[in-house]
């Protein structure tokens, strides 16, 4: 069946780093691809997503592309901030509305 | 503001006394869904609909009801609580269509002792 695996981490970073979140995906279709952040004591929020091939997600310094030829959506960002640190989810979503959650990757980053 | 609305967003019960708790949307969504949180497990889905009176089984639903009787509620219920059931408890909403995303609630942390 459909899935999505990625690094559970916990990661921890200096501030500065870094930073790649892997996720790669299992789909009978061409689902898209998203990445949700949780902030500790939130709910999930939307960070970036891509709906095709070669299409990339950005946001607040995030960047993350729809690899087809790897079944991969990885998530970097140049340079993190302590404020970055939060779960992240990354996520597919089907035609039929079906949506599958990784496992999470928690991040921390440290002054 | 748009937005997806829960409540309450703490609750301590005890075992077997039934509990309700509240989701509701602004957007205008079809989609609905309730999930749990769990340390080591991430997100389950317990129920979702698809839209008003049409609703499914998402991959935990024993122990829990929902219903839909109108577009921007999306209550979900628990006849009978246990202590399993000790859980963080999300609600989001969606349009239809594998481009759109889902906006969260703020969750609701249930403690059943």
């Known amino acids: 069946g459909d899935s999505v695996t990625q690094m559970e981490g916990p990661v921890t970073l200096s501030e500065e780093a870094f930073l790649t979140i892997n996720c790669t995906y299992t789909?009978?279709?061409?689902?898209?691809l998203f990445w949700y952040v949780q902030y500790p004591g939130e709910g999930l929020q939307l960070l970036l997503k891509?709906?095709?091939?070669?299409d990339k997600g950005s946001n607040k310094g995030f960047e993350a592309t729809y690899r087809k030829e790897t079944t991969s959506f990885h998530l970097e960002k140049g340079s993190v901030q302590v404020s970055d640190s939060a779960v992240y989810f990354c996520?597919?979503?089907?035609?039929?509305?079906?949506?599958?959650f990784g496992p999470g990757t928690s991040l921390s980053v440290i002054p | 503001e748009a937005q997806v609305t829960q409540n309450p967003r703490y609750l301590i019960t005890v075992t077997g006394k039934k509990l309700t708790v509240t989701c509701s949307q602004n957007?205008?969504?079809?989609?609905m869904s309730w999930y749990r949180q769990d340390p080591g497990l991430g997100l389950r889905q317990i129920y979702y609909?698809?839209?008003?009176?049409?609703?499914d089984k998402g991959d935990v639903p024993e122990g829990y009801k929902v219903s839909r009787k109108e577009k921007r509620n999306f209550p979900l219920i628990l006849e009978s609580p246990s202590p399993n059931q000790t859980s963080l408890y999300f609600c989001?909403?969606?349009?239809?269509?594998?481009?759109?995303?889902?906006?969260f609630g703020p969750g609701t942390r249930l403690t059943v002792l």
């Open positions: 996520a597919s979503k089907t035609s039929y509305d079906k949506v599958i």
């Open positions: 789909a009978t279709g061409y689902p898209s």
């Open positions: 891509a709906t095709k091939a070669d």
């Open positions: 957007m205008n969504h079809e989609y």
């Open positions: 609909s698809m839209n008003v009176e049409v609703t």
């Open positions: 989001a909403s969606s349009l239809r269509g594998q481009y759109n995303e889902q906006f």
